[in-house]
């Protein structure tokens, strides 16, 4: 479960990029967190992810109500970065799978079976510079997805994807959502995932303007610099006839 209450952050004293947004996400529910360039996105999902502090308001994101034992709590969210080459760290996709996970006695075949099931698997021994932006992007989701997340923050997950790339990253998306993962996606655009979506939040400047199910949304996010989804646009279009 996500609940942000009244929260307010500025990476600066006095300039506050994020004011009084609170939101909720129920268990195992995608929320589409969208909204123009510098809106906030990224600065909300790292406050989810505990990277940063807020000013003032309250936070709670944790997996716990799905844990067993109610160990580990902070073990359960994981961010995905936008940039995946700022969250790569190993040389090789089996080193960067199992860096800081030495401990765990099946961590080696877990990662191995994980690789395979995300289409990683032909390029294990591979380093990392040689992967394309789309495995790179994959790899970032793999990592996250084998501490076995109950909430995932995903940051642009689509951005600079081909369209195998896409479809490849939705159903990986659609994956997590059919074990119960509870997922935030930040994006400034809905197209790649809008269906997918149970809730969309649009921020604009730091402030959270729409919430609602996608249906009540898509009219207005145009106004708050959001491009509406071709489907949504050629369904008015032909049903109403208006421009677009
Ligand atoms: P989005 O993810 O929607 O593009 P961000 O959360 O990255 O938005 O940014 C929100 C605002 O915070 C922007 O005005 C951005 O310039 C500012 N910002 C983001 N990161 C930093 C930082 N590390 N230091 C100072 N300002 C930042």
């Known amino acids: 479960m996500i609940h942000l209450n009244d929260l307010s952050y500025g990476y600066s004293r006095g300039v506050d990029v994020l004011s009084g947004i609170s939101l909720s996400v129920k268990p195992g529910q995608l929320l589409g967190l969208v909204g123009a360039n510098g809106s906030g996105k990224s600065t909300v999902l790292a406050i989810m992810a505990g990277l940063l502090t807020p000013r003032q308001g309250s936070v709670l994101v944790s997996g716990g109500e799905f844990l067993e034992n109610g160990a580990g709590n902070e073990q359960r969210v ?43 698997g032909d390029v294990w021994a591979a380093p990392v510079h040689s992967l394309s932006w789309g495995m790179k992007k994959k790899l970032c989701l793999a990592g996250a997805a084998l501490d076995r997340p109950r909430v995932l923050l995903l940051d642009e997950p689509f951005s600079g994807l081909d369209y195998p790339s896409v479809r490849e ?75 677009w």
């Open 78 to 120: 994981r961010l995905v970065m936008q940039d995946a080459d700022l969250q790569i760290v190993g040389a090789t996709v089996e080193e960067d799978l199992l860096l800081g996970r030495e401990a765990e006695a099946d961590a080696g075949i877990r990662a191995r079976d994980i690789a395979d099931r995300f289409g990683l």
């Open 169 to 243: 990253m939705r159903a990986l998306i659609d994956a997590n959502r059919q074990q119960g993962i509870t997922q935030v996606l930040a994006a400034h655009d809905l197209e790649a995932f809008v269906d997918m979506a149970d809730r969309l939040a649009v921020l604009e400047k730091g402030t959270l303007v729409l919430e609602g199910v996608p249906a009540d949304v898509l009219g207005r996010v145009a106004s708050f610099g959001v491009r509406p989804p071709c489907s949504w646009v050629l369904n008015r279009s032909v049903t109403h006839g208006e421009e």
